[in-house]
């Protein structure tokens, strides 16, 4: 149809989409449209901000690589990755265990016997000692799940990012004993800046807000005939617990870190202080999928600096 005014333009595009077969791609095809249309007359856009925003949206899919992903990053400090999660995993209220997958889940990780360590090159940072539980939702047991765990570097890397550390460390796959339970070593994490070297940095400058996600261990769970589980459990004692730029704390995953100064550790290696952390995850029935990992590989060459933004930060529009 020939075009006489912007809401000709709305209906037009609407009419073909209702063109899709498949009624669920109609229907998410048919609100972005709305949403998109509607986004553009409310802001009443300019064709520079529209030039503007199509940059940053080519520029976050020309970062990503095998091993950053700036769309999934970018995702996450918009709080649309949070959302999906709270909507499709509990009663959306915060009392679910699952949680980001983040940009860091690699595929393949080694396969770590119960109570064995993840670090797997000299790495900073005290001793933890971790034993975690998955049960289901009458408090049973989940036998046999496997489990992926990760995590950065007390210096704030994670291994994919870090030629420094060898190849998966902070990283093993583990499985659930009859008491649905894994343990295992590793060393404390730390609280880390998210990169800022492209569309993300422009939209948190501008936004004055700081780049800081509070330490957190990663934990996938799997097993057939449940639906897959991503969570991030939080070091109770980080500063940006309140704060995390990728919205992700909630309550049911904050996790607390015992310390012990004088008890003998679980390792005979350790002498000095080290840490406890027990945490129990809750997986529901459903469909046991994996999703393409965000990252496929490590990064080669120096190291990247960590570039930590301030609160107060301020900056022109993207």
Excluded at 88 to 104: H, S
Excluded at 140 to 159: F, K, L, N, T
Excluded at 241 to 257: I, P, R, W
């Amino acid at each position: 149809m020939a075009v006489r005014s912007a809401d000709d333009l709305t209906r037009a595009v609407l009419a073909e989409v209702q063109r899709t077969s498949d009624a669920r791609l109609r229907r998410i095809l048919a609100s972005a449209v709305e949403h998109l249309h509607g986004f553009v007359r409310d802001t009443e856009l300019t064709e520079a901000e529209f030039r503007q925003l199509c940059g940053l949206v080519a520029q976050a899919g020309q970062l990503t690589t095998a091993s950053h992903n700036e769309v999934v990053l970018a995702a996450g400090s918009l709080g649309v990755s949070a959302l999906v999660c709270l909507l499709n995993n509990g009663q959306g209220d915060g009392a679910t265990t699952a949680n980001l997958m983040g940009p860091f889940w690699r595929e393949g990780s080694p396969a770590t016997p119960d109570g064995g360590s993840i670090v797997r090159s000299p790495t900073p940072g005290l001793p933890v000692f971790v034993t975690a539980w998955f049960r289901d939702p009458d408090g049973q047991p989940v036998a046999g799940a496997r489990v992926d765990v990760w995590q950065a570097s007390g210096e704030g890397y994670y291994e994919n990012q870090d030629p420094q550390q060898a190849d998966m460390n902070l990283r093993g796959t583990f499985t659930t004993d009859a008491q649905g339970r894994i343990r295992l070593r590793t060393v404390k994490p730390s609280g880390y800046p998210v990169p800022v070297g492209g569309p993300v940095g422009r939209l948190l400058r501008a936004q004055g807000r700081h780049n800081l996600r509070p330490a957190h261990i990663h934990f996938l769970a799997h097993k057939p005939g449940y639906k897959t589980q991503f969570s991030q459990l939080y070091s109770g004692d980080d500063p940006h617990l309140d704060s995390d730029v990728q919205f992700g704390v909630t309550e049911a995953l904050v996790g607390h870190y015992v310390l012990h100064e004088n008890d003998p550790a679980p390792a005979p290696d350790v002498q000095g202080p080290w840490y406890a952390l027990e945490h129990s995850f809750v997986l529901v029935p459903g469909e046991a999928t994996l999703p393409p990992p965000p990252i496929t590989a490590k990064t080669q060459g120096e190291r990247p600096a960590l570039v930590v933004l301030p609160p107060s930060t301020r900056g022109p529009t993207p």
